[in-house]
């Protein structure tokens, strides 16, 4: 028989269960707002929620969605993925400057202003 004391609610062998390791919240990247481009008047509005956002290309009919894995941003466009990458950072953390290794948009750089 096993003896429960109030103290000891696992019994009187001594055995203390292991704590759950602790819960890993991975932070978000910010990729919210307006970022220019170096193909001016090319300028994108991305609305993030979470890990997915929708782009907008201001002033035109194109747009899209993506999602966000650790520091990569991923862009569905014309039904496939296109990976930007971060590039620079503002002080605070935030991304400043995403590019991409994607041959057909390698060209485009996207800027953030402060």
Do not use: C
């Not at 991975?26 to 170096?38: A, K, Q, R």
């Not at 862009?75 to 057909?104: C, M, W």
């Amino acid at each position: 028989m096993l003896f429960r004391s109030p103290n000891n609610p696992n019994g009187g062998n001594g055995y203390t269960p292991p704590e759950p390791p602790p819960t890993v919240i991975e932070e978000v990247i910010d990729i919210n707002g307006i970022w220019l481009t170096n193909q001016p008047p090319l300028v994108y509005q991305i609305d993030q929620n979470g890990r997915s956002y929708i782009w907008r290309v201001v002033g035109a009919p194109d747009s899209g969605t993506g999602r966000i894995e650790g520091e990569n941003v991923i862009s569905q466009i014309g039904g496939r993925d296109v990976v930007y990458f971060i590039n620079a950072k503002f002080p605070d953390g935030r991304p400043s400057e995403l590019r991409t290794h994607d041959a057909q948009f390698a060209g485009i750089v996207l800027m953030r202003e402060q």
